[in-house]
């Protein structure tokens, strides 16, 4: 494919992978065609006049015009870009067009030599950084990655437990916390659920960082921020750790349900919403919805899931009575040949079998609610 580059027109690009590699000279080409050899999922792009004949047979774009037009289009569609252009011509290419670091792609300069690879933009949220040091590693080059707290090894504020899965409750306080991180003020951890195993560097935790179990134990420090993990609603005295905090809902809630069939998406969402908010937890940290395998076609269940986002389990009745319930029921043996659904598919899926709440009827709805524990 080629492109002909001109001011007023806005080029179409290929986008079949999450990545752009973008080159424009010749040494710069060489190098851009060994990474998109080499990194998975991703797009290479360079200028005509150093085509080499198999563009068309490997999927390269070629352009021509200037490069600087192709970039607004790079980034409304990939996740990440990797540039072998001189940083300070990228930068001034670049600078028009930023607009959050929230939404903003990650990019990446590879000098054209390969030598150094270095995080310009979107470091953390965008995937910069790591970025850096995968494409380093193809290339045995250095990753050059001037962020605080990747510098220092301590927790990425914006970063902490992105791999699980967590959720901010709100970006507010994001940047006031993460400069009491780096700036080594008093710093508390609060965690009372979800995965233990977030501490990403090879390095000691640093002496300003304080684990604490509970928000009571936290604020006994007098900390300078906090960062707390929880599914739990806070109660109104809690939030005083929020003037300087960020809470983080982790993935750890099962909803275990049964239906009766045809019951709209919308009285099973509010059935969810309400018990939810009943039991002083959380929509955010719901990771998935577990029922028996009879209702894995149920349209309002699987509404409702695609809406969130969640998870979704099935099991057979043989498997739903491996458990030993609370309420068994002779009635809904009779239907579903299982003594239960949404309680032992709320134990089953969440490895748990003391639940938060064992079993609740609401209309045409029975919801149970699990906990996923992490030691």
């Known amino acids: 494919m080629s492109l002909q580059l001109e001011e007023h027109v806005i080029p179409d ?9 973008v080159a424009i000279t010749k040494h710069g080409t060489q190098l851009a065609r060994k990474i998109f050899k080499l990194f998975p999922d991703s797009d290479l792009y360079y200028m005509k006049k150093h085509a080499q004949g198999d563009e068309e047979q490997r999927g390269i774009t070629l352009f021509e015009g200037s490069v600087r037009l192709l970039f607004p289009s790079l980034f409304a569609h990939y996740q990440g870009l990797i540039i072998i252009i001189s940083l300070g011509a990228v930068v001034r290419m670049i600078a028009p067009i930023l607009k959050d670091k929230k939404t903003d792609p990650g990019v990446v300069v590879v000098d054209d030599r390969g030598e150094h690879v270095i995080s310009v933009l979107s470091g953390h949220l965008g995937g910069a950084n790591e970025l850096t040091k995968e494409v380093a590693a193809l ?3 250095y990753p050059v990655v001037t962020t605080a707290s990747d510098v220092q090894k301590t927790i990425p504020v914006d970063l902490f437990g992105r791999r699980f899965g967590w959720e901010w409750e709100s970006d507010e306080k994001l940047t006031p916390v993460s400069a009491s991180v780096v700036n080594e003020e008093k710093v508390v951890v609060v965690q009372e ?3 233990r195993n977030w501490w990403m560097h090879d390095t000691a935790m640093p002496a300003n960082i304080h684990l604490c179990s509970s928000i009571d134990e936290a604020l006994a420090h007098q900390p300078a921020a906090a960062l707390v993990v929880t599914h739990r609603l806070l109660e109104q005295q809690e939030e005083v750790i929020l003037t300087n905090g960020v809470l983080y809902r982790p993935k750890v809630i099962v909803l ?4 009766n069939r045809g019951t709209a998406a919308e009285e099973i969402e509010q059935v969810m919403e309400d018990t939810l908010k009943e039991l002083k937890i959380s929509m955010k940290s719901v ?11 149920e349209v309002g269940l699987l509404e409702v899931v695609r809406k969130h986002q969640w998870e979704f389990i099935y099991y057979s009745p043989a498997e739903l009575n491996t458990k030993t319930l609370v309420q068994p029921s002779d009635t809904v043996y009779k239907f579903t040949g299982a003594y239960g659904v949404s309680e032992p598919a709320a134990m089953l899926a969440s490895g748990n079998d003391e639940l938060l709440l064992v079993k609740k009827k609401s209309g045409n709805v029975t919801i149970s609610v699990g906990l996923i524990s992490y030691e």
């Open 13 to 21: 690009i290929n986008v079949k992978g999450k990545y752009a590699v």
């Open 139 to 141: 290339l045995n080059a």
């Open 193 to 195: 659920s979800g995965e």
């Open 256 to 259: 275990g349900v049964g239906c």
């Open 287 to 297: 990771k998935m919805v577990a029922t028996i395998d009879l209702k894995k076609d």
